[in-house]
């Protein structure tokens, strides 16, 4: 009888841990699904205000209540002033890019640009903060080509990399009129790169025969099933030499000053050595160069937001896993 109540009592247990683990599963889904509801459209954060009440929680503390009050009626005069005076503030409009393989940021990025576009003058400045490792070359070209309509409206157009602007990362990075790194950022790796795996010697083994039919000589020149040729390779190495010399005009063209074949080895440095090839221009941080500009510009956050379901975010953790 104990015997029996204790193989009850398990599979009671087991049952209690697929349930749960099913009604875990499913919360997750339900709330991943409703955090991606919210209406697409366009986010601006005034981020000058921002910057000012994270400072005034700690000048209340250090100076006190009343020299902190002081402060506040010091500050109001100074705006008064301003708008009386009528002079308007150049601004700097910041717009974050964090990539993945498919640079899939790159359709909120459109949208931002085009907002920017509207309202910004030759006074302003474009700020695109980027984190980018690289990935599929027409998304990261796209997303270049994005960045480019800023300076084609002659509005000065910076980059800044905090972490790494990689291989399609710097085909987008440069070209901006200025690139800022933070010291240890990891910048270049000007090269392109294919590889799959075959599986054609397991499958012959296993008896398995592949079939393939195409119209076109080269409509496939590699398969992860087939038996691959010395024509077939040697004709992908011929698109990716080709793609590369694209990159390396990309380069040419907005950076002038970089001696192109030295840098498009594939390599990647970090900020000091960068700053000596000419990949970048100046070695400081997004956070420093914002709050310099913020004592004379006003910085407005432009942030697309689009609405994505839960097989698009479900792939994108997925990439985002890849990536790293």
Known sequence: MSELAAEYALFVAQLITVVGTLLVAAVLLIGMSRRGTHPDGLEVRHLNRQLEEQADVLKRAVHGKDRFKKLLKGRAKARKKERREGEER????????KGDLRASAAESLRHEVSAVLAVATERDVVLVRLENAGGTVHDHGFAASQLARVRKQRIPLYVAVDKVAASGGYLMACVADKIIAAPFAIIGSI??????????????????????????????TLTMFGKNTEEGREKLKEELVEVHELFKRQIAEHRPQVDVDAVATGEHWYGARSLELGLIDEITSSDDWLLAAARERDVYKVTYKRRRNVSE?????IESLLSR
């Open 90 to 97: 150049s601004r700097v409009f910041l717009i974050d890019f």
């Open 191 to 220: 090269g392109v790169l294919a590889q799959l795996p075959n599986f054609h010697r397991l499958l012959e083994s296993k008896g398995v025969d592949f079939e393939q039919v195409s119209a076109g000589r080269y409509k496939r």
């Open 313 to 317: 975010r479900l792939l994108g953790g």
